[in-house]
T-cell receptor, first 113, second 114 residues
Framework: EDQVTQSPEALRLQEGESSSLNCSYT??????LFWYRQDPGKGPEFLFT???AGEEKEKERLKATLTKKESFLHITAPKPEDSATYLC??????????????FGKGTKLTVNP | NAGVTQTPKFQVLKTGQSMTLQCAQD?????MYWYRQDPGMGLRLIYY???????DKGEVPNGYNVSRLNKREFSLRLESAAPSQTSVYFC?????????????FGDGTRLSIL
């Protein structure tokens, strides 16, 4: 069964204190791994797609990396506005195609000024 | 450019009442999706529509029906609401089904069933 586990569940950082969020996955053939940001009362906002091990994507203070078993979202010198819940999702490669995204439960990040 | 728009934003129902949640996208996407999000659980797919004229069950379809009204609109109906359906419902769209393109989400409908 396809599974996504995110850790930690919650993370508190001081402004400027860099850290990483983890997304471990088990899937029978990875078609894509997605990172989303979700603010309270809002829908998930797309950040990155990673397709193969070794791939990296960057956007402002965020950098996503991918290995064969996990993905990391590195946050460099975070600011209070980076506070949000970060969701990881994987799409499996299935015979005949698949529309199922398997989501993790998310990591709630709080950045204190 | 609004993206994915969901209405209503909030709703309270009594057990047994019916309700239709509306979703519209203006990105000319072919595929549309309905998810529910519950505390302590990841987003779960209820139904999806790979293209206009088609709909398919997701992971948790029981108690729901959907209609793909046209390319832009995809509605979710609860025929007889139950307290277990209290949740936040998200609609999403994607350019092409069965691809590894990202899905884009609306801001949700918060539904409480008493």
């Amino acid at each position: 069964e396809d599974q996504v586990t995110q850790s930690p569940e919650a993370l508190r950082l001081q402004e400027g204190e860099s850290s990483s969020l983890n997304c471990s996955y088990t899937v029978s053939g990875l078609r894509g791994l997605f990172w989303y940001r979700q603010d309270p009362g809002k829908g998930p906002e797309f950040l990155f797609t990673l397709y193969s091990a070794g791939e990296e994507k960057e956007k402002e203070r965020l950098k996503a990396t991918l290995t064969k078993k996990e993905s990391f979202l590195h946050i460099t010198a975070p600011k209070p506005e980076d506070s949000a819940t970060y969701l990881c999702a994987v799409q499996a490669l299935k015979q005949g195609g698949s529309e199922k995204l398997v989501f993790g439960k998310g990591t709630k990040l709080t950045v204190n000024p | 450019n609004a993206g994915v728009t969901q209405t209503p934003k909030f709703q309270v129902l009594k057990t047994g009442q019916s309700m239709t949640l509306q979703c519209a996208q203006d990105m000319n996407h072919n595929s549309m999706y309905w998810y529910r999000q519950d505390p302590g659980m990841g987003l779960r797919l209820i139904y999806y529509s790979a293209s206009e004229g088609t709909t398919d069950k997701g992971e948790v379809p029981n108690g729901y029906n959907v209609s793909r009204l046209n390319k832009r609109e995809f509605s979710l109906r609860l025929e007889s609401a139950a307290p277990s359906q209290t949740s936040v419902y998200f609609c999403a769209s994607k350019r092409t089904a069965y691809s590894n393109q990202p899905q884009h989400f609306g801001d949700g409908t918060r539904l409480s069933i008493l």
